[in-house]
């Protein structure tokens, strides 16, 4: 049975979906996003189905043995979750899914990755550098450092033109244009209304905020507290910045999900819980945001990857990692 197209959805390489009468398979693993993100208008992600790509048929009776299978599955994990903290009003190779995107992407035609590229302001405002874009752009870094050009990198001035396009698209329409939130540019302390608090310490909310690190976008907290506004981990240092972006939009729209241990995506994706892909590391890994707690009852955002052992916080000057801590995700 074919699934509807639906925003907020990861789609793996093998999907196929239904949307407005007819069949799209899917050509780049993505998560979709509410707005312009339907198959018809991003023909970088999706490929409409003809006879060359019959959907394939599985058997009745193992269906409905995996369904029982992943229900039971799916009631084991959410009776592990517990209620999100309440708040106020960095190595190892890359997983496996990641590395057939960067397959997937040497494989396409020129034409598609152009395509993809014209779209990239899709992905830019939804914050998901990181994923198949990012990943063909280290590939075309690679190469041109192999034939001694110039390379080809997230610099601080494409990321900070990129961020001053979505700040003003954000403060002349008043709010993100099909989208539940965005990131907005500071400078300084001056945090906008409508900011999202990812934790709190001494009684004062910690933003969520990410910034650009040596070829990264890299996810930490901001507050009117800290010298420059924001403090970011990195390299196992606290690093402060007084440019950076803060996430706005609406808190109703979000969830934190427990998490224990090493974070996987894909065993999010399987109870149901979409985690928010929003920076990545300087090797291309994508970056999700967290919560933690610290020892002296301080709730962190920061930062976890699938090759992280765990949650990533800056705090007292360096990097801390905690077994323990939250994720945020869509909220269906």
Known sequence: MTLFWEPGTQYNLGDVVEYEGHKYKIVQPHTSQVGDWAPPVTPALWARVHEEYPEEKHDHHEEKHHDRYQDEKRDEYHNQAQAPISLPPSGGPPPHATEEEKRHWYDMTPERKKQFEIGGGILAGAALLGGGLYAYKQHEKKEKEKEGRERDVLTEKDWHDDAQDRTQRFNQEGHAPGQPFTWVLVNGKNIPPGAMPGGEEAGQPLYIARGHINESLQLGKASSR???GALFGYGGNEIPQDKYEVLVGDQNAVKWVKCT?????????????????AGHDSDGSILYIIQARDEHGGVHPGKVSSHMQGGMISYGGGERAFEEYFVLCYKH
Do not use: T, V
């Open 226 to 228: 800290f010298e420059r």
């Open 261 to 277: 241990g090493r974070f996987d995506p894909n065993e999010f994706h399987r109870h149901g819980d979409k985690p928010i892909e």
